[in-house]
């Protein structure tokens, strides 16, 4: 995990001039009286700050230079959104944006186990339903209806045992096609993935934070031998010294090389903050590619969720299908004859009595 706090230092503003302009600008500086200020600080106070350097990172200030222009313009891609660090929630460390880009895919993970987990709770409820209507089907009530209201009210018991099927083989469809593929897509595997490209540009992110702190040394080390050289300029104008002119040589030849440090110090960081971009393009490329894949099989496999509840509700149709026809044909009258066919106890009626 990245978490880079403002407080190591890593934040400073960056100037156009390079390193070797000021100290050119102190080897051909003229006479100057005593207490005056050298053309080379000058050039440095006048020269006007154009970026600015936040942990380690070097950015442009808001409105200097030429515009930068989105690299996947209208596509809110990851490469071009997550460069600054983010506060955490306490406001006491920064959090790298690739950090926040590896939250969103754990994030997917454990989105993608709760679904799977609720799928896991809908198939048990299916199970109980379709174990509570094959019990419900065998049940003796009403068994003894005659006639054709009673061969509907047996098919529509048979239904119940039907329909219970249909739900049993919805939950097992259920958990063969919904909940296992999400419980299996990206397996164990998947985190150790996560911390391979964490680990990585972590690393990069610790070698820029290794060449700022060069350049800033460096930089402090040109800024004394500058300093020195003046002052030994100083000694020469008022004559303090017979061997000031030697000084002066030795601290030029000084200045000149801190002055090459610095510039290879610079070089050094750009070269690893570049290393660091084109990671971090093609790092945040690949964890997109993985949201829009975890985003695409679910909603398959969601959507394969309504054709099974719409195949069920087709064959939950079909097992009321013979109920309805064998409704449609009771007959009143039928069953009356039927019945009394069977249970009459004799069709003689009775007369008046004779005196």
Sequence with gaps: ????????????????????????????????????????KRQIKEVKETKITINCVTFPLPGEGPEQQLLKPNEWSYCDYFWTDKKDPQGTTSVAGFEVLLQKQLKGKQMQKEMAEFIHERI?????????????????????????????????KKSLHDE???????????????????????????????????????????????????????????????????????????????????????????????GDDLMRCVDLYNQTQ???FEEMVTTSMELEKLEVERIEWIQQHLRQYTTLRHETDMFNQSTAEPVDQLLQNVDP????ELWVKEYKTGEVRPVDMDI
């Excluded at 009258?333 to 009356?336: C, T, Y």
């Design 274 to 276: 570049s290393k660091w």
């Design 333 to 336: 009258a039928k069953d009356r």
């Design 1 to 40: 995990m990245i978490c880079l706090s403002s407080a190591n230092g890593c934040h400073s503003s960056t100037k156009t001039s390079q390193p070797t302009e000021t100290t050119d600008v102190a080897l051909r500086k003229p006479k100057q009286p005593p207490g005056s200020v050298s053309p080379a």
């Design 124 to 156: 048990k409820i299916e199970e109980e339903y379709a174990k509570n209507l094959s019990k419900l089907s065998l049940s003796p009530l009403a068994a003894q209806e005659e006639g054709t209201l009673g061969e509907a009210w047996t098919q529509l």
């Design 164 to 258: 219970a099927e249909v739900h049993l083989k919805f939950s097992n469809k259920l958990h063969s096609e919904v909940e296992k593929p999400l419980l299996t897509f990206r397996g164990d595997n998947f985190k150790k993935d996560l911390k391979k490209y964490d680990h990585h540009i972590a690393d990069l992110r610790k070698q820029l934070a290794s060449r700022y702190a060069g350049v800033e040394k460096a930089r402090k080390a040109l800024a004394d031998r500058q300093k020195d050289l003046e002052v030994k300029t100083q000694q020469l104008e008022i004559k303090l010294s017979n061997k000031t002119e030697e000084d002066i040589k030795k601290a030029r030849r000084k200045s000149t090389q801190a």
